[in-house]
C-alpha cells in the first residue's frame, strides 16, 4: 500500500483492527495525517508541584538574580552556555527549547499554602470549593480532544486516597478527578479500550496487550516501510511503564514473546514510586494520541500537599520544608527542596527523551510538545502570589520563542507587568486557539495586564 497517495480516511478504512482499535486508532492517525503532510495537535504536559518555587531555585546559575521589587523593566536575557541552577540541571541538554519566567503575579488566586485549581486556572479557588471556570488544562483538553479529553495523575499526603479533585476542571463547577493510585491510571487509560471479551475478561496489563499484539502484527502487514518504521518508532516509546522492566508496547521482535508483568511500582504507597509510572503513563497516552493534555500533580491543594519524600531519604514532609524555607542562616530546607524539585526535572527530562525518540512530521514528538512546570503555592510557601515562577520548554512547532531565555518582568503593578493570565494566553496562542481573556481580574491592576499573551513568548 502506498500510504502517501491515500486519504487518511481511506487508509485508516482499509486497516483491519481487533479489540485494541480505540487504543491504535489515535497513533495510527498521527501516521496518516504526517503521510498527508499534516501536522498533529500541539501537545502539553503541566507539570504542578505543591509548596512553593523559590524563584531563585529555577534562576540561571550565572545570571544575576534581581529581586523582584526591584524589577523596574522586562529583562529579556539569553541563558545559553549558562549552567543551569541544581534543580534544573536534568534538563541541561534542551537548554535551547527553554524559557525561565520570573515576575507574573496571581493576586486573583487565594494564595497561602495551596491555591489548588486557581494555580492553572488564575481565580479564587477557596480550597477546591469555588470552580469558577476551566483551568488551562481544561480548556486545552477540551479544544483539542484525544480518546480523552485530559488525563490529570498525581501523588498526595494520603496514601491511601485514590482521587482527588485539587488543580484540574473542565468547566465552571467542574473538577477534573486527579488520579491517585498509578494501577488505576493503567486500567483507565489502556485497560478500558478493550472490547467484547476483552472487557469481561481482561487483566488489564496482559489481555489488552495480547491483542494489541495481534493488531499490531496485522496493522505492519498492510503498511509501507516507512510508515512501519514510524509505527515501530511510536511502539517502542511505550516502553518500560512503571519500571524498566515492565514493557506496555515493545519493538516487533519482542513482542512476540514478551508478556509484561505488573511491577511492585503500581501498588507502591512510596511517593516516588508512583509518580515515576505517573510520568511514564502520561508520556506513552501523548504519544499514543489518547490525550493530548496531561497533568502531573504532586502533592498539590488542601489538605493533602504536604508529601514526604522517603523515596529520595528524605523524613521531613515538605509542609515542614516549606517553613524551613524562612530560615536564611540554616541551608538544609533549601537543600532538600531542591533535591526534591531536580527528581521532578529528572523525570520530566526522561519524558523528553522520550518523546524525542518519536517521528513526527519532519521533527519529532518532542518538537510539538509544551512542557509547563510551576507550583500551586507560587513563589513563598505561605504565598501572597506577588510572583509566579514558571518553566516553560519547547516551541509548538515553533509558534513559542523558548529557546534558552530568562524573562524577569517588572515588578507588581509596574508599567509593563504582567499576570500569569497572560501565561495562559500565550498558551492558547500556540494551540492554534487564541484568546486574550483566560481568567479571572486581579481587581487592584490594569485590564491590560491580564489580557492578550507575552508578545516576547510568541514567534
Same mark, same amino acid.
Given at each position: 500500500?502506498?500510504?502517501?497517495?491515500?486519504?487518511?480516511?481511506?487508509?485508516?478504512?482499509?486497516?483491519?483492527?481487533?479489540?485494541?482499535?480505540?487504543?491504535?486508532?489515535?497513533?495510527?492517525?498521527?501516521?496518516?495525517?504526517?503521510?498527508?503532510?499534516?501536522?498533529?495537535?500541539?501537545?502539553?504536559?503541566?507539570?504542578?508541584?505543591?509548596?512553593?518555587?523559590?524563584?531563585?531555585?529555577?534562576?540561571?546559575?550565572?545570571?544575576?538574580?534581581?529581586?523582584?521589587?526591584? %524589577?523596574? %523593566?522586562?529583562?529579556?536575557?539569553?541563558?545559553?552556555?549558562?549552567?543551569?541552577?541544581?534543580?534544573?540541571?536534568?534538563?541541561?541538554?534542551?537548554?535551547?527549547?527553554?524559557?525561565?519566567?520570573?515576575?507574573?503575579?496571581?493576586?486573583?488566586?487565594?494564595?497561602?499554602?495551596?491555591?489548588?485549581?486557581?494555580?492553572?486556572?488564575?481565580?479564587?479557588?477557596?480550597?477546591?470549593?469555588?470552580?469558577?471556570?476551566?483551568?488551562?488544562?481544561?480548556?486545552?483538553?477540551?479544544?483539542?480532544?484525544?480518546?480523552?479529553?485530559?488525563?490529570?495523575?498525581?501523588?498526595?499526603?494520603?496514601?491511601?486516597?485514590?482521587?482527588?479533585?485539587?488543580?484540574?476542571?473542565?468547566?465552571?463547577?467542574?473538577?477534573?478527578?486527579?488520579?491517585?493510585?498509578?494501577?488505576?491510571?493503567?486500567?483507565?487509560?489502556?485497560?478500558?479500550?478493550?472490547?467484547?471479551?476483552?472487557?469481561? @475478561?481482561?487483566?488489564?496489563?496482559?489481555? /489488552?496487550?495480547?491483542?494489541?499484539?495481534?493488531?499490531?502484527?496485522?496493522?505492519?502487514?498492510?503498511?509501507?516501510?516507512?510508515?512501519?518504521?514510524?509505527?515501530?518508532?511510536?511502539?517502542?516509546?511505550?516502553?518500560?511503564?512503571?519500571?524498566?522492566?515492565?514493557?506496555?508496547?515493545?519493538?516487533?521482535?519482542?513482542?512476540?514473546?514478551?508478556?509484561?508483568?505488573?511491577?511492585?511500582?503500581?501498588?507502591?504507597?512510596?511517593?516516588?514510586?508512583?509518580?515515576?509510572?505517573?510520568?511514564?503513563?502520561?508520556?506513552?497516552? /501523548?504519544?499514543?494520541?489518547?490525550?493530548?493534555?496531561?497533568?502531573?500533580?504532586?502533592?498539590?491543594?488542601?489538605?493533602?500537599?504536604?508529601?514526604?519524600?522517603?523515596?529520595?531519604?528524605?523524613?521531613?514532609?515538605?509542609?515542614?520544608?516549606?517553613?524551613?524555607?524562612?530560615?536564611?542562616?540554616?541551608?538544609?530546607?533549601?537543600?532538600? @527542596?531542591?533535591?526534591? %524539585?531536580?527528581?521532578?526535572?529528572?523525570?520530566?527530562?526522561r519524558t523528553m527523551k522520550a518523546l524525542e525518540r518519536v517521528p513526527e512530521g519532519d521533527g519529532t514528538v518532542l518538537?510539538?510538545?509544551?512542557?509547563?512546570?510551576?507550583?500551586?503555592?507560587?513563589?513563598?510557601?505561605?504565598?501572597?502570589?506577588?510572583?509566579?515562577?514558571?518553566?516553560?520548554?519547547?516551541?509548538?512547532?515553533?509558534?513559542?520563542?523558548?529557546?534558552?531565555?530568562?524573562?524577569?518582568?517588572?515588578?507588581?503593578?509596574?508599567?509593563?507587568?504582567?499576570?500569569?493570565?497572560?501565561?495562559?494566553?500565550?498558551?492558547?496562542?500556540?494551540?492554534?486557539?487564541?484568546?486574550?481573556?483566560?481568567?479571572?481580574?486581579?481587581?487592584?491592576?490594569?485590564?491590560?495586564?491580564?489580557?492578550?499573551?507575552?508578545?516576547?513568548?510568541?514567534?
Open positions: 500500500m502506498n500510504l502517501n497517495s491515500l486519504q487518511r480516511r481511506q487508509f485508516l478504512r482499509r486497516l483491519s483492527l481487533g479489540a485494541s482499535a480505540p487504543a491504535l486508532a489515535p497513533l495510527l492517525n498521527q501516521i496518516a495525517l504526517g503521510a498527508e503532510g499534516k501536522t498533529a495537535p500541539v501537545r502539553f504536559l503541566f507539570v504542578v508541584e505543591g509548596n512553593s518555587v523559590p524563584p531563585k531555585q529555577i534562576h540561571p546559575a550565572d545570571l544575576p538574580f534581581v529581586e523582584r521589587e526591584k %524589577r523596574k %523593566r522586562l529583562l529579556n536575557r539569553s541563558l545559553l552556555g549558562s549552567p543551569l541552577p541544581t534543580a534544573l540541571q536534568p534538563i541541561q541538554p534542551w537548554q535551547d527549547r527553554l524559557t525561565v519566567i520570573q515576575g507574573l503575579s496571581g493576586r486573583m488566586c487565594s494564595g497561602g499554602h495551596s491555591s489548588d485549581h486557581g494555580a492553572l486556572g488564575a481565580y479564587h479557588a477557596n480550597q477546591g470549593r469555588s470552580i469558577q471556570g476551566p483551568t488551562i488544562d481544561g480548556l486545552l483538553g477540551r479544544l483539542h480532544p484525544g480518546i480523552f479529553e485530559n488525563i490529570v495523575l498525581g501523588i498526595s499526603s494520603s496514601p491511601n486516597k485514590a482521587l482527588d479533585f485539587n488543580c484540574s476542571a473542565a468547566d465552571t463547577g467542574r473538577s477534573l478527578a486527579t488520579i491517585l493510585h498509578p494501577h488505576i491510571a493503567y486500567n483507565r487509560l489502556f485497560g478500558s479500550v478493550g472490547k467484547g471479551a476483552a472487557r469481561n @475478561s481482561f487483566n488489564a496489563r496482559r489481555n /489488552l496487550l495480547h491483542h494489541m499484539q495481534q493488531d499490531i502484527k496485522r496493522v505492519q502487514k498492510q503498511i509501507g516501510g516507512v510508515e512501519r518504521e514510524k509505527l515501530d518508532a511510536y511502539l517502542q516509546a511505550f516502553e518500560s511503564l512503571g519500571s524498566k522492566s515492565q514493557k506496555l508496547l515493545a519493538a516487533r521482535a519482542d513482542l512476540q514473546k514478551v508478556v509484561p508483568r505488573a511491577t511492585d511500582k503500581y501498588e507502591s504507597t512510596v511517593e516516588t514510586d508512583r509518580l515515576d509510572p505517573h510520568f511514564e503513563l502520561a508520556t506513552a497516552a /501523548l504519544i499514543g494520541g489518547l490525550t493530548n493534555t496531561a497533568t502531573i500533580a504532586s502533592g498539590v491543594g488542601f489538605p493533602n500537599f504536604s508529601v514526604t519524600f522517603s523515596g529520595l531519604g528524605i523524613d521531613q514532609a515538605k509542609h515542614g520544608i516549606g517553613h524551613g524555607l524562612y530560615n536564611a542562616d540554616d541551608r538544609t530546607a533549601w537543600d532538600l @527542596s531542591e533535591k526534591i %524539585r531536580a527528581f521532578h526535572f529528572g523525570l520530566i527530562a518538537d510539538r510538545t509544551v512542557i509547563v512546570y510551576l507550583s500551586d503555592g507560587a513563589e513563598t510557601h505561605h504565598s501572597r502570589c506577588y510572583e509566579w515562577p514558571f518553566v516553560v520548554i519547547g516551541n509548538a512547532g515553533g509558534r513559542l520563542k523558548t529557546e534558552g531565555r530568562c524573562l524577569e518582568f517588572p515588578d507588581y503593578g509596574r508599567p509593563g507587568h504582567q499576570t500569569i493570565n497572560t501565561m495562559y494566553n500565550t498558551l492558547l496562542h500556540a494551540a492554534g486557539t487564541p484568546r486574550d481573556d483566560f481568567g479571572f481580574l486581579d481587581p487592584n491592576l490594569d485590564k491590560a495586564m491580564h489580557r492578550g499573551p507575552i508578545q516576547s513568548l510568541l514567534s
